[in-house]
């Protein structure tokens, strides 16, 4: 029988034809996790789903949204009893974003206390230019939940912190082809290492990453791990119903 995909990153509601990548998810047997970057866009996002159990939708507010979308934090937590799944959230430093800073932060820690009080949730973070800055607010926050940091792109002291935490790690091939990225992924514990494709916005030669499409990636951690194909993917596999039992 042949293992199923994991894809626990994927913008699945921007993609020109989402019922048509749900459909062929389904064909597939793939297990997803789409994110959001609107807490408006979740009941949306999550009809999609409908009647396919292997993907899950995440309740989410992106950082680069949350200086114009920090309004909408009330129905965050309106919404937030009915979803298991965070994401994506966190913190971006870049130089496109430091204008808003504050209000990066003001919403982070929204987001965590909340999860907090409804005992917390799985979270797919963003971390970029900003890794340790979200290391700090999620220790603000204990009963958080479990986090999960995708396209990690820190340095090496900072990725050992995030190991230290329990941090889970979320890779793909667009990661997956810097040196950087290989480097950092091969420290990275293997049952927590899960397999993702940030698409569309994950890119392979020009072309944005399908749902789902991570065989390159699983190639590389093949490698990096010394394992065949099947074993890796089976690896992944194992580490997502772990991830999901907690």
Same mark, same amino acid.
């Given at each position: 029988?042949?293992?199923?995909?994991?894809?626990?990153?994927c913008?699945?509601?921007?993609?020109?034809?989402?019922?048509?990548?749900?459909?062929?998810?389904?064909?597939?047997?793939?297990?997803?996790?789409?994110?959001?970057?609107?807490?408006?866009?979740?009941?949306?996002?999550?009809?999609?789903?409908?009647?396919?159990?292997r993907?899950?939708?995440?309740?989410g507010?992106?950082?680069?949204?949350?200086?114009?979308?920090?309004?909408?934090?009330?129905?965050?937590?309106?919404?937030?009893?009915?979803?298991?799944?965070?994401?994506?959230?966190g913190?971006?430093?870049?130089? +496109?974003?430091?204008?808003f800073?504050?209000?990066?932060?003001?919403?982070f +820690?929204?987001?965590?206390?909340?999860?907090?009080?409804?005992?917390?949730?799985?979270?797919?973070?963003?971390?970029?230019?900003?890794?340790?800055?979200?290391?700090?607010?999620?220790?603000?926050?204990p009963g958080y939940?479990?986090?999960?940091?995708?396209?990690?792109?820190?340095?090496q002291?900072?990725?050992?912190?995030?190991?230290?935490?329990?941090?889970?790690?979320?890779?793909?091939?667009?990661?997956?082809?810097?040196?950087?990225?290989?480097?950092?992924?091969?420290?990275?514990?293997?049952?927590?290492?899960?397999?993702?494709?940030?698409g569309?916005?994950g890119?392979?030669?020009?072309k944005?990453?399908?749902?789902?499409?991570?065989?390159?990636?699983?190639?590389?951690?093949?490698?990096?791990?010394?394992?065949?194909?099947?074993?890796?993917?089976?690896?992944?596999?194992?580490?997502?119903?772990?991830?999901?039992?907690?």
């Amino acid at each position: 029988m042949t293992t199923p995909t994991v894809d626990v990153h994927c913008h699945l509601d921007l993609y020109p034809d989402p019922r048509g990548q749900v459909a062929k998810l389904a064909r597939q047997k793939s297990y997803v996790l789409s994110v959001t970057t609107t807490p408006r866009a979740w009941r949306g996002t999550s009809a999609l789903a409908v009647g396919c159990p292997r993907i899950k939708t995440a309740l989410g507010l992106h950082p680069q949204l949350a200086k114009e979308r920090k309004s909408e934090l009330s129905l965050f937590d309106k919404l937030l009893p009915e979803a298991r799944y965070i994401g994506e959230v966190g913190l971006d430093g870049g130089p +496109d974003c430091r204008s808003f800073w504050e209000d990066q932060i003001e919403v982070f +820690d929204h987001i965590l206390a909340s999860c907090a009080n409804v005992g917390g949730r799985i979270l797919s973070l963003h971390s970029r230019a900003a890794a340790t800055d979200v290391l700090d607010a999620l220790e603000r926050h204990p009963g958080y939940g479990v986090a999960i940091l995708h396209w990690f792109s820190g340095t090496q002291r900072e990725l050992s912190r995030a190991v230290e935490m329990g941090c889970w790690f979320s890779v793909g091939s667009a990661m997956l082809r810097s040196q950087k990225g290989r480097t950092l992924t091969a420290r990275m514990p293997r049952h927590r290492v899960l397999t993702e494709t940030d698409g569309p916005f994950g890119m392979v030669s020009g072309k944005a990453l399908q749902p789902g499409e991570c065989v390159e990636a699983i190639g590389v951690l093949a490698h990096l791990w010394q394992l065949d194909e099947t074993s890796t993917k089976n690896s992944v596999v194992a580490s997502l119903r772990e991830l999901a039992s907690l």
